[in-house]
């Protein structure tokens, strides 16, 4: 959280591994199968016989065992975006426990690992971040929206980081990380200056927040933004050119836009 670079040690316990779940090979997964998020449709593809075909649906799954208490593992990307004209950040977490799955004793409770989205210039120093508690799914269960929870959407409004950016500069240190939590116990933070026109990179994990080893499969889907400002913009170009007799001609041209144009 502090946004400091701590290497993994080389004979840590935790184990980490990247893969991808769809509903063409796991929707017999056991012990919860995989299912499309509540409200998402499967996109269709027209074959060379004139017949609509389902396309394949699929998350990104993250295995991660022996995750200590208060820390994290995840996946980053490196990405070019600017995010001014959108108003929300959304996405679907889906959590398990699986030790408690195969019947073992690590049962994890809702509320006891969060899932972590950070995104900024870098990683280190100039970020926003969000962490959602995440509620448990249990074993066995083949509902969608027990699967997805609603309680695990991930909704970011933009307007509380910009808020949290001026909380920032008033301060006369800005490598000091800022806080705020919610109601839901959402939490959102920044360090440095970080600019959502300007991100670079993009981090995905999980944190243990309170036990002292989890082994958890947690899933995200659907990352996306939403609420495009489509209020509409102004451009405008003007060019004069002035002959002064014999002195010379003089040209003089200037350009203006609105907030939104472009």
């Not at 593992?73 to 929300?88: H, I």
């Not at 001026?166 to 920044?190: A, D, F, H, M």
């Not at 913009?233 to 609105?258: E, F, N, Q």
């Amino acid at each position: 959280t502090s946004g400091l670079y701590i290497p993994i040690p080389p004979q840590t316990g935790t184990s980490f591994n990247q893969l991808a779940v769809n509903i063409e090979e796991n929707s017999s997964r056991s012990p919860i199968p995989y299912r499309t998020p509540p409200g998402v449709i499967r996109q269709q593809q027209l074959s060379n016989n004139n017949v609509n075909v389902l396309l394949n649906e699929q998350s990104l799954s993250m295995q991660i065992c022996d995750l200590q208490l208060k820390d994290s593992r995840g996946v980053f990307k490196t990405v070019n975006l600017d995010l001014r004209q959108y108003s929300d950040l959304l996405m679907y977490w889906h959590a398990e426990s699986v030790n408690y799955a195969s019947g073992g004793s690590g049962k994890i409770e809702d509320g006891q690992i969060y899932g972590v989205v950070r995104f900024g210039s870098d990683l280190i120093n100039n970020f926003y971040e969000i962490r959602i508690p995440l509620k448990v799914t249990k074993p066995f269960t083949t509902d969608p929206n027990l699967i997805w929870p609603k309680e695990n959407e991930m909704e970011l409004p933009f307007s509380i980081l910009t808020k949290l950016k001026v909380e920032q500069l008033k301060k006369k240190n800005s490598s000091v990380y800022t806080r705020i939590k919610n109601s839901n116990g959402v939490e959102y933070g920044i360090l440095g200056t970080p600019n959502l026109g300007e991100i670079r990179v993009m981090f995905i994990g999980v944190e243990n927040r309170f036990n002292e080893s989890v082994c958890t499969e947690v899933w995200v889907n659907e990352l996306r933004l939403g609420g495009m400002d489509e209020k509409e913009a102004w451009a405008a170009v003007g060019r004069v050119d002035l002959k002064l007799a014999d002195l010379g001609t003089l040209y003089i041209s200037g350009s203006a836009h609105s907030t939104g144009f472009g």
